[in-house]
């Protein structure tokens, strides 16, 4: 697995940070083409049959080239070869409606989200919801309550956005004292991105006339939760859309169909799936969501709380965690970035455990509190190497390293986890998830932080 | 092609137990019965249907702040004289076709089943803890624990280490700031196999136990509208409000 591997021009690049970190422009100039990373080496088979004339049918002509092939479908499906691309869900013992499902980030290009893999964290079910039964009331201090059908959304003027979603409690393994053995997206899948299209909320609001003393919005679901949050007015009137379409279609009943808040950046229990009811107030309403959880307990014994904005973060997707490289040579290293406040503005990369870093190409498009897909070439010479991502927004706020967020925040928060992430490929090609902080030569228990979703 | 079948790792990173509770020997629990009672918490959606539409043949222009019976320019002083005081700096978002239809206070009190930390919201009704011991004991027990503790879901009471310790217990006692959010949840949300099926009382009731339980309150102190936000939490204080924060430093 280790013969070398002659790369041609590789020879005549120079490194632009230690452990064969190149160019980032390596891959548009001259249009290399590359070792593809996989989770297990799967060889293509030379002959897969003989036809009818026994003639030989290989890989230079396929069976699938001599038979008619499916005929049309009414709502396409991945390739069969494709189905271990899926979500990873985890429920509570007891309740099955009340858990998270990971997006296979590792297993996904570019940034869009497609909706059948956007993760989940639902509080007691996926409601059946009749669109035609289905209302939302606005009321509280405004001075027009009223009711709206979904009938009568779909005929008020829609925007689209490209914005992520990103659960409070994505990547809480990382509290944990020893590293999460999860492939990357079963690790920090509670995130996802896709093309919102819906209402403004400030379209509605200024139809109910929301009056001054307003300063929040309650939302409610209409699952079996009941789910509810307050929301600062000032951001609803922002930014917020009552969102009736993903990536195109309507809404997935595990997105929230017909109806849900999408407020960019801002952490998605905040985002009221299956939204029933906007209730404007002089003040937060304390629901449990916001006070028993989404709270970050600190090591002095106080807890954050209203921590709405997902703060800048990153990781490479491939390789990552549990894959394979075959052979020593030229690989991309890609991987995502977003950030609750804004654009991302550089993403750095490290080969060598963070004594250097390079900055990777940022494939446009670079959209405000979107996924920004990065890319950089590297030249694998074989050797353990530690890979690591470091995301700054335009705000200028960098992602910190793991032991700095734990010296900030203690181990208790559970919510909000955005440090940097660390692979760590060793001789033989496998990439392991490490921790390169003191964690790693004091912990020896391997203590779970804390509880589930309940 | 032969296929590996999906690696699961379960349980997954962050799900698990926490570590002081993989000591506690765990009771089996009994499974909760299904479906023993009617829905109390009706929902009419189709009451407003017959309602005329509103009339308003102009939707209001944009910067127009809209007064009272949705129309534009029957005031327009007023509107403007309003406009000098009511900060509404919002961007200008797309013009609506105005198809609200208006809710009646009748129809706004059947839907709305939100409880503020001051109180308001609660409805008529009470209930002790003596009351609503056999009430967790029938809908809650399963998945919280008997007493609130060793359950698969929150532990509710019980919390012996400190929030700023090494294993911090937050419950209902050591961490919740306000009491009415345990009415609004368990009124709203419990129990999870059918919600919203409790009686008012029946709440104030499970409120109460669990308050005793974390012995903030008295097992036959009975709490109702006027009682229940009059509870101090012993962690009333222990919230950083940081969005507040932010917007101070802007």
């Given at each position: 697995m280790k013969n070398d591997v002659e790369i041609p021009?590789?020879?005549?690049?120079?490194?632009?940070?230690?452990?064969?970190?190149?160019?980032?422009r390596l891959f548009l100039k001259t249009g290399l083409t590359f070792s593809v990373v996989t989770l297990a080496a799967s060889a293509i088979p030379k002959v897969f049959a003989t036809n009818a004339n026994d003639q030989a049918v290989?890989?230079?002509?396929?069976?699938?080239?001599?038979?008619?092939?499916?005929?049309?479908?009414?709502?396409?499906?991945?390739?069969?070869?494709?189905?271990?691309?899926v979500r990873f869900p985890a429920a509570n013992r007891d309740v099955g409606g009340n858990g998270v499902s990971w997006t296979p980030?590792?297993?996904l290009e570019g940034i869009i989200t497609p909706g059948g893999l956007h993760f989940e964290r639902h509080h007691n079910g996926v409601p059946q919801i009749d669109p035609a039964q289905h209302k939302l009331l606005i009321h509280g201090l405004v001075r027009n309550p009223s009711f709206f059908s979904i009938e009568d959304l779909l005929r008020y003027p829609m925007q689209s956005r490209i914005c992520f979603v990103e659960c409070g409690g994505n990547s809480n393994a990382g509290w944990n004292k020893s590293p999460s053995k999860s492939e990357a997206g079963y690790f920090h899948g509670l995130v996802s991105c896709s093309e919102w299209t819906g209402v403004p909320l400030a379209t509605l609001l200024n139809e109910a006339g929301v009056t001054a003393k307003a300063k929040w919005l309650i939302a409610e679901g209409a699952d079996a939760f009941a789910m509810n949050i307050s929301i600062p007015m000032e951001k609803a009137m922002q930014d917020g859309m009552l969102a009736l379409y993903q990536n195109g279609e309507r809404l997935r009943p595990e997105n929230g169909y017909p109806l849900r808040l999408i407020l960019p950046g801002w952490e998605g229990v905040l985002n009221v799936k299956w939204l029933r009811r906007l209730k404007a107030t002089d003040k937060p309403i304390m629901a449990r969501n916001e006070t028993s959880r989404y709270t970050e307990?600190?090591?002095?014994?106080?807890?954050?709380?209203?921590?709405?904005?997902?703060?800048?973060?990153?990781?490479?997707?491939?390789?990552?965690?549990?894959?394979?490289?075959?052979?020593?040579?030229?690989?991309?290293?890609?991987?995502?970035?977003?950030?609750?406040?804004?654009?991302?503005?550089?993403?750095?990369?490290?080969?060598?455990?963070?004594?250097?870093?390079?900055?990777?190409?940022?494939q446009e498009p670079v959209l405000s509190q979107s996924f920004t897909r990065f890319r950089i070439p590297w030249q694998w010479n074989g050797k353990p190497a530690i890979l690591k991502s470091r995301a700054t927004d335009e705000t200028g706020y960098v992602q910190p390293e793991r032991d700095k967020l734990i010296a900030e925040r203690g181990r208790h928060g559970f919510f909000h986890y955005n440090a940097i992430v660390t692979w760590q490929v060793d001789?033989?090609?496998?990439?392991?998830?490490?921790?390169?902080?003191?964690d790693i030569t004091e912990s020896t228990d391997d203590i779970s932080i804390d509880a589930g979703w309940d | 092609m032969i296929r590996t079948p999906l690696k699961i790792n379960f349980p997954p990173p962050g799900w698990g137990t926490p570590a002081r509770m993989q000591a506690v020997e765990r009771r089996r629990m009994p499974k909760p019965r299904v479906g023993v009672k009617s829905l109390?918490?009706?929902?009419?959606?189709?009451?407003?249907?017959?309602l005329p539409p509103p009339s308003h043949p102009l939707p209001p222009r944009e910067g127009e702040v809209v007064v009272e019976g949705r129309g534009p320019g029957k005031n327009l002083l007023l509107v403007l004289l309003l406009f000098t005081f009511i900060n509404i700096s919002y961007a200008n978002p797309p013009q609506g076709p105005n198809l609200g239809q208006s809710a009646t206070p009748e129809e706004i009190a059947h839907w709305d089943i939100s409880v503020m930390p001051d109180g308001e919201g609660l409805p008529e009704g009470k209930g002790t803890a003596l009351a609503g011991k056999p009430i967790y004991e029938k809908h809650c027990v399963a998945c919280h624990g008997p007493e609130g503790v060793g359950g698969s879901a929150d532990a509710l009471a019980g919390a012996k280490m400190a929030l700023n310790s090494d294993y911090p217990e937050q419950t209902i006692g050591s961490y919740w700031p306000y009491a009415t959010t345990i009415f609004d949840m368990t009124r709203r949300s419990m129990p999870i196999i059918a919600p919203g099926t409790l009686t008012n009382n029946e709440v104030y009731a499970v409120t109460a136990y669990l308050l005793y339980l974390n012995n903030i309150i008295g097992e036959n102190d009975e709490m109702n509208a006027e009682t229940l936000p009059k509870v101090q939490m012993?962690?009333?204080?222990g919230f950083i409000n940081v969005y507040e924060q932010e917007n101070k430093k802007k």
């Amino acid at each position: 697995m280790k013969n070398d591997v002659e790369i041609p021009y590789s020879s005549i690049l120079q490194p632009v940070a230690g452990n064969g970190l190149l160019d980032r422009r390596l891959f548009l100039k001259t249009g290399l083409t590359f070792s593809v990373v996989t989770l297990a080496a799967s060889a293509i088979p030379k002959v897969f049959a003989t036809n009818a004339n026994d003639q030989a049918v290989d890989s230079a002509s396929p069976p699938w080239m001599h038979e008619p092939g499916a005929p049309f479908s009414i709502y396409g499906t991945p390739s069969k070869y494709e189905d271990d691309v899926v979500r990873f869900p985890a429920a509570n013992r007891d309740v099955g409606g009340n858990g998270v499902s990971w997006t296979p980030l590792h297993k996904l290009e570019g940034i869009i989200t497609p909706g059948g893999l956007h993760f989940e964290r639902h509080h007691n079910g996926v409601p059946q919801i009749d669109p035609a039964q289905h209302k939302l009331l606005i009321h509280g201090l405004v001075r027009n309550p009223s009711f709206f059908s979904i009938e009568d959304l779909l005929r008020y003027p829609m925007q689209s956005r490209i914005c992520f979603v990103e659960c409070g409690g994505n990547s809480n393994a990382g509290w944990n004292k020893s590293p999460s053995k999860s492939e990357a997206g079963y690790f920090h899948g509670l995130v996802s991105c896709s093309e919102w299209t819906g209402v403004p909320l400030a379209t509605l609001l200024n139809e109910a006339g929301v009056t001054a003393k307003a300063k929040w919005l309650i939302a409610e679901g209409a699952d079996a939760f009941a789910m509810n949050i307050s929301i600062p007015m000032e951001k609803a009137m922002q930014d917020g859309m009552l969102a009736l379409y993903q990536n195109g279609e309507r809404l997935r009943p595990e997105n929230g169909y017909p109806l849900r808040l999408i407020l960019p950046g801002w952490e998605g229990v905040l985002n009221v799936k299956w939204l029933r009811r906007l209730k404007a107030t002089d003040k937060p309403i304390m629901a449990r969501n916001e006070t028993s959880r989404y709270t970050e307990l600190q090591p002095d014994g106080k807890a954050r709380m209203f921590t709405f904005v997902m703060e800048a973060k990153s990781l490479i997707t491939s390789p990552s965690a549990n894959m394979f490289l075959k052979q020593p040579g030229l690989y991309q290293i890609t991987g995502l970035a977003w950030s609750g406040r804004g654009k991302i503005k550089k993403v750095e990369i490290s080969a060598d455990g963070g004594k250097s870093w390079a900055e990777a190409e940022l494939q446009e498009p670079v959209l405000s509190q979107s996924f920004t897909r990065f890319r950089i070439p590297w030249q694998w010479n074989g050797k353990p190497a530690i890979l690591k991502s470091r995301a700054t927004d335009e705000t200028g706020y960098v992602q910190p390293e793991r032991d700095k967020l734990i010296a900030e925040r203690g181990r208790h928060g559970f919510f909000h986890y955005n440090a940097i992430v660390t692979w760590q490929v060793d001789e033989q090609g496998v990439v392991n998830h490490i921790y390169d902080d003191k964690d790693i030569t004091e912990s020896t228990d391997d203590i779970s932080i804390d509880a589930g979703w309940d | 092609m032969i296929r590996t079948p999906l690696k699961i790792n379960f349980p997954p990173p962050g799900w698990g137990t926490p570590a002081r509770m993989q000591a506690v020997e765990r009771r089996r629990m009994p499974k909760p019965r299904v479906g023993v009672k009617s829905l109390i918490r009706e929902i009419n959606f189709s009451s407003n249907e017959t309602l005329p539409p509103p009339s308003h043949p102009l939707p209001p222009r944009e910067g127009e702040v809209v007064v009272e019976g949705r129309g534009p320019g029957k005031n327009l002083l007023l509107v403007l004289l309003l406009f000098t005081f009511i900060n509404i700096s919002y961007a200008n978002p797309p013009q609506g076709p105005n198809l609200g239809q208006s809710a009646t206070p009748e129809e706004i009190a059947h839907w709305d089943i939100s409880v503020m930390p001051d109180g308001e919201g609660l409805p008529e009704g009470k209930g002790t803890a003596l009351a609503g011991k056999p009430i967790y004991e029938k809908h809650c027990v399963a998945c919280h624990g008997p007493e609130g503790v060793g359950g698969s879901a929150d532990a509710l009471a019980g919390a012996k280490m400190a929030l700023n310790s090494d294993y911090p217990e937050q419950t209902i006692g050591s961490y919740w700031p306000y009491a009415t959010t345990i009415f609004d949840m368990t009124r709203r949300s419990m129990p999870i196999i059918a919600p919203g099926t409790l009686t008012n009382n029946e709440v104030y009731a499970v409120t109460a136990y669990l308050l005793y339980l974390n012995n903030i309150i008295g097992e036959n102190d009975e709490m109702n509208a006027e009682t229940l936000p009059k509870v101090q939490m012993p962690n009333r204080d222990g919230f950083i409000n940081v969005y507040e924060q932010e917007n101070k430093k802007k």
